[in-house]
């Protein structure tokens, strides 16, 4: 169908779905997923073209994923435990119906039978299992990434032209992203020549925002700083300054074991409400749902853009990134929330 962002979709009906799948829930290794039911029938956009995506558990690479689309859906974690990843959910196009609004018609796509009897049940039920340790453990379409994609590599050019044609990023977002790939390239070429260049790169930071990859400031050997805001869902706060953060965090850029991922720096200095406060999350490699030892928080309209992610430039996938609450401030109702980076 090769779907654009933007376009109308369908989800189809439950019958419809049922006939896709094989016995195990799937079509082409992708799992249909048991809270995705409550879709059928209803109107959607596209939110983007997801003919890729990444690998951030095993390969830190891009992976190719046909027919795939991802709508502003985000999975509920109720089938799994209780799990706050939110991970945006993948939909094959044999999934929905392009509507056509002109005309205000569904243009009707013939069904891909697998000729397997798959029941709600059997999608139900594939979500979990127990192993020999007698644990629970899940499956869900972030556990079976590497089943439904294959590897993609980052110099395919195929991937760019579809990123543009449909929709996923424009020109300049390309363009940026290809200077700082070849700026990152020849950082780490062994050329000696890192510090020059982050310099030249910081210089023109109001092109494209400070240089994303420094090491953490904080003295080897000293714990952590730690800070309890008490965040609630809704409440409004600012994420402090790249440099101020940078003061939390070891020489792996990490506070407590949590990472600050370059991807989180566009943020920095910008206004957001408390979109939630993570505690539970299954674990994409172990498939056991872990607790964090301490909680994180998630932030609305904040999500991973790959600007800046090797190997992995422009994935669709839309990760929401963790903040440590060290990492923020709370701020007044009366605060004007800064502007969107663009996507």
């Not at 094959?92 to 018609?105: Q, T, Y």
């Not at 000696?192 to 790169?201: D, E, N, S």
């Not at 409004?236 to 990472?259: C, F």
Request: charge should be positive; aromatic fraction near 10%; include cysteine.
């Amino acid at each position: 169908m090769k779907l654009r962002v933007g376009e109308s979709v369908e989800v189809r009906t439950k019958e419809e779905i049922l006939a896709t799948l094989d016995k195990n829930g799937r079509t082409e290794g992708l799992p249909f997923m048991p809270q995705m039911f409550q879709y059928c029938g209803q109107k959607f956009k596209v939110y983007k073209r997801a003919h890729k995506t990444c690998d951030f558990v095993y390969t830190a690479k891009s992976r190719w994923l046909p027919n795939g689309v991802h709508l502003d859906l985000r999975c509920d974690g109720v089938a799994y435990g209780g799990c706050q990843h939110a991970c945006l959910l993948y939909w094959k196009e044999a999934w929905l119906k392009r509507v056509d609004e002109n005309a205000s018609a569904l243009e009707q796509k013939p069904l891909v039978l697998n000729g397997n009897t798959c029941t709600e049940v059997d999608v139900s039920v594939g979500t979990s299992s127990v192993n020999e340790q007698n644990e629970v453990i899940y499956t869900c379409q972030g556990t079976e990434l590497l089943d439904f994609t294959k590897p993609l590599s980052w110099w395919d050019i195929r991937q760019y032209i579809e990123d543009y044609t449909s929709g996923n990023a424009s020109i300049n977002r390309l363009l940026r992203g290809f200077v700082y790939g070849m700026f990152s390239t020849i950082k780490n070429s062994g050329l000696k020549v890192g510090r020059p260049l982050v310099w030249f790169y910081d210089a023109f930071e109001i092109l494209w925002g400070p240089y994303p990859r420094r090491p953490g400031r904080k003295p080897q050997g000293q714990p952590a700083p730690t800070c309890s805001l008490n965040l609630r869902p809704g409440e409004l706060v600012r994420v402090k300054s790249y440099n101020e953060i940078l003061a939390t965090l070891n020489k792996e850029s990490k506070h407590r074991g949590l990472s600050f991922d370059a991807e989180m720096v566009p943020y920095c200095g910008r206004v957001f409400r408390v979109k939630a406060i993570v505690t539970t999350f299954l674990d994409e490699k172990t498939r056991k749902l872990t607790t964090v030892k301490t909680r994180c928080i998630t932030l609305e309209n904040v999500i991973c853009q790959a600007r800046y992610s090797n190997c992995r430039m422009i994935c669709p996938r839309s990760i929401l990134p963790w903040w440590r609450e060290i990492w923020l401030e709370r701020v007044s109702e009366g605060t004007q929330r800064a502007r969107q980076p663009e996507v």
